[in-house]
Structures are given as structure tokens and as C-alpha cells.
């Protein structure tokens, strides 16, 4: 029944994941979620970044596999590797809140002019394909889970599919050069 109502729903209920998604990350990124309603583990706030760059790492990985399984003709594995890749994303998603809501966003240690002409327009691009590839997740998602593979061809899904792994594929990359700037050139 919920599947069936969902298979009707896809677009909009893709809109609403999209838009529920980005107001947890805009919420925490500007400070609107309240950290005292968290635990503050200072371990754990220390590691996120280095965990979510293993994170990162593992995602580009199953992406890459799942891309190359559909290719081959194994959708199995391919909805496996792509469920292991919004997994991945989920929990980079959940720790990156989590740490942003009781620390704040990351201030840039190096210079004034490399965070000015490069480390801020490259953080802006990162930003902007990770929000533009959320609701082509989203429909890849839910176009896939609620229908057969048979009947998933009648659908955007390839379409979407491709754009949403592309566009995972550069923002993940681009969030490793990210960490990589602020925890380990400067």
C-alpha cells in the first residue's frame, strides 16, 4: 500500500526529502538548531572530519562500482553498491550535522588570499553540487525502490541516476580536497 501510493509520488516526495535535507544542513550550518539539544562528545567531534573523509573515500568507491556494474548488465549489484553509496552519504550527513550544530562550520587556517581566491570559491562549488545532486538522489532513490527492475526503465531513473552519481562523484572528490586544505596543508 505505502508502496504503491509512494510509486505515484515519486516527484513529490522527492521534493519534500530534498527540501527537509537542505533545511537540516542550512539549519546547522547557520546555527538555527539549538546545540544544547545534543550531547557534546569531544572525541567524536575531533575524528568527524577524518572519519568523513574515510567516508568520502568509500562512497567514490561504490559509486565507481556501481556505475561499472549497471554497465555490465548486474543490477543487483549495482543496487546494492548504490544503497551502500547512500548509506555512506547518510552517515557522512548525519556526523557533518552533528558537528557542525555544536562547533560550527570550519574556520580556514591558511592564508587570507588562497582562503579568498581559491579555498572560497571552491568550497562554494562544492556546496552548490551538493544541493543541486540531493534531489537527484532522492528520485533515483525512490524511482528504484518502488518499482521492478523491468519497470524502472520506464522512468527517469538512468537519467537521474547519472547526474546524481556525477555529481556525488565531484562533490565527494571535492570535499576531500576540502578536508585535505583544512586539516592538512595549513
Known amino acids: ?19 527537509a535535507s537542505l533545511a537540516l544542513v542550512f539549519g546547522a550550518a547557520l546555527q538555527v538548531i539549538p ?3 545534543l550531547p557534546r562528545v569531544e572525541s567524536l567531534l575531533n575524528a568527524i572530519p577524518h572519519v568523513n573523509a574515510i567516508i568520502s573515500l568509500s562512497a567514490i568507491g561504490t559509486i565507481l562500482l556501481g556505475v561499472r ?14 544503497l551502500a ?19 560550527g562550520p570550519s574556520d580556514f ?10 579555498y572560497l570559491p571552491f568550497l562554494a562549488i562544492h556546496i552548490a553540487l551538493a544541493v543541486i545532486c540531493i534531489p537527484f538522489v532522492f528520485y ?6 518502488t518499482r521492478s ?6 522512468t527517469n531513473h538512468r537519467r537521474a541516476g547519472r547526474v546524481a552519481a556525477s555529481l556525488w562523484l565531484v562533490s565527494f572528490s571535492m570535499g576531500i580536497v576540502i578536508y585535505a586544505l583544512l586539516y592538512h596543508v595549513y
Open 69 to 82: 556494474e549497471i554497465r555490465r548488465g548486474n543490477v543487483d549489484r549495482h543496487r546494492a553498491l548504490m
Open 140 to 145: 533515483a532513490l525512490l524511482s528504484a525502490g
Open 85 to 103: 553509496s547512500f548509506a555512506l552519504f547518510a552517515a557522512f550527513l548525519l556526523l557533518y550535522l552533528y558537528r557542525v550544530t555544536l562547533v
Open 149 to 154: 527492475v523491468s519497470e524502472i526503465y520506464g
Open 109 to 118: 587556517p591558511g592564508p587570507s588570499a588562497v582562503r579568498t581566491y581559491l
Open 35 to 37: 546545540a544544547a539539544a
Open 1 to 19: 500500500m505505502v508502496r504503491a501510493w509512494a510509486r505515484e509520488h515519486v516527484p513529490a516526495l522527492t521534493a519534500i526529502l530534498s527540501i
